[in-house]
């Protein structure tokens, strides 16, 4: 098994990365823009595991590149790990629309440019999976957050409809809708440990799901269910509410 990481110096991507290594004894293609962290983690992974690992440039942006990154690799990934994302800055993306535009390609468009040619791929093959890290913001639109979450909750829409198009071909593709997790990106954030998980535990879920080819999860299990309540809460209601 080739697997391919997309955003890979994240610190979900990296501990996914590692479970699939020592699991699966997975081929790992670390892929991120940051190549000198990158090679840190393949020496890693081939020490620790035993397994082939190599580092790959990848800009999410860099659409005109998509489809020359993936031809080159070689063999192609029996599957890919979708787990770049941005978080940004709600208020400046209020006044600036370029950190808008940043959020939402980072987190949708150059998605949509990358597993198009990656689900042709698995397609023709006739084999492969699909593992999008989407986020519980985007659920529900809020203030604090909403142009963050709305570009999460658009890339969960369209794994939903890339799932029911590759079924038939069986190709699985799954949708890991995390809550809070104490990584780079939320290292700023006072977050409540008891909602928070960490990219282990993040990975254990991820790989625990893959093998009963769940379809959605979410990770902490609790978010499920704190989900539910905040989609449901009335409009008249949830409009007046500061979240």
């Given at each position: 098994m080739?697997?391919?990481?997309?955003?890979?110096?994240?610190d979900?991507a990296?501990?996914?990365a590692?479970?699939?290594a020592g699991?699966?004894?997975?081929?790992i293609?670390l892929?991120?823009?940051?190549m000198k962290t990158?090679?840190?983690k393949?020496?890693?992974?081939?020490?620790?595991f035993?397994v082939?690992?190599?580092a790959?440039?990848?800009?999410?942006l860099?659409?005109?590149?998509?489809?020359?990154?993936y031809?080159?690799l070689?063999?192609?990934?029996?599957?890919v790990i979708l787990?770049?994302?941005?978080?940004?800055?709600?208020e400046?993306?209020q006044r600036?629309f370029?950190?808008?535009?940043k959020?939402?390609?980072?987190?949708f468009?150059?998605?949509?440019s990358?597993?198009?040619?990656?689900a042709?791929d698995?397609?023709?093959?006739?084999?492969?999976f699909?593992i999008g890290?989407?986020s519980?913001?985007?659920?529900?639109?809020?203030?604090?957050?909403?142009?963050?979450?709305?570009a999460k909750?658009a890339?969960?829409l369209?794994l939903?409809?890339?799932r029911?198009?590759?079924f038939?071909?069986?190709?699985?593709?799954m949708?890991v809708?995390?809550?809070f997790?104490?990584?780079k990106?939320?290292?700023?954030?006072?977050?409540?440990?008891?909602l928070?998980?960490?990219?282990?535990?993040?990975?254990e879920?991820?790989?625990?799901?893959?093998?009963?080819?769940?379809?959605?999860i979410?990770?902490?299990?609790?978010?499920?269910w704190?989900?539910?309540?905040?989609?449901?809460?009335?409009?008249?209601?949830f409009?007046?509410?500061?979240?």
């Amino acid at each position: 098994m080739n697997i391919l990481v997309l955003g890979a110096n994240s610190d979900i991507a990296y501990a996914i990365a590692k479970k699939f290594a020592g699991e699966k004894k997975a081929g790992i293609y670390l892929a991120s823009r940051e190549m000198k962290t990158l090679q840190k983690k393949i020496k890693d992974l081939e020490i620790r595991f035993d397994v082939c690992a190599t580092a790959l440039s990848f800009d999410a942006l860099a659409y005109d590149s998509h489809q020359a990154f993936y031809d080159t690799l070689n063999p192609k990934p029996d599957g890919v790990i979708l787990a770049f994302g941005y978080l940004g800055d709600q208020e400046k993306a209020q006044r600036e629309f370029k950190e808008a535009q940043k959020i939402i390609e980072t987190n949708f468009t150059g998605s949509v440019s990358i597993l198009e040619i990656v689900a042709a791929d698995f397609q023709q093959r006739g084999k492969g999976f699909i593992i999008g890290i989407g986020s519980v913001a985007g659920e529900r639109g809020r203030q604090s957050n909403y142009i963050y979450g709305s570009a999460k909750g658009a890339f969960s829409l369209y794994l939903s409809g890339l799932r029911n198009r590759l079924f038939s071909k069986n190709i699985h593709v799954m949708t890991v809708l995390p809550g809070f997790v104490q990584t780079k990106m939320t290292d700023h954030m006072d977050l409540p440990e008891i909602l928070t998980a960490l990219p282990e535990e993040v990975a254990e879920n991820v790989y625990s799901a893959f093998k009963k080819s769940k379809n959605i999860i979410y990770t902490k299990w609790i978010w499920r269910w704190i989900m539910a309540i905040i989609t449901h809460i009335p409009e008249f209601l949830f409009k007046r509410m500061k979240l």
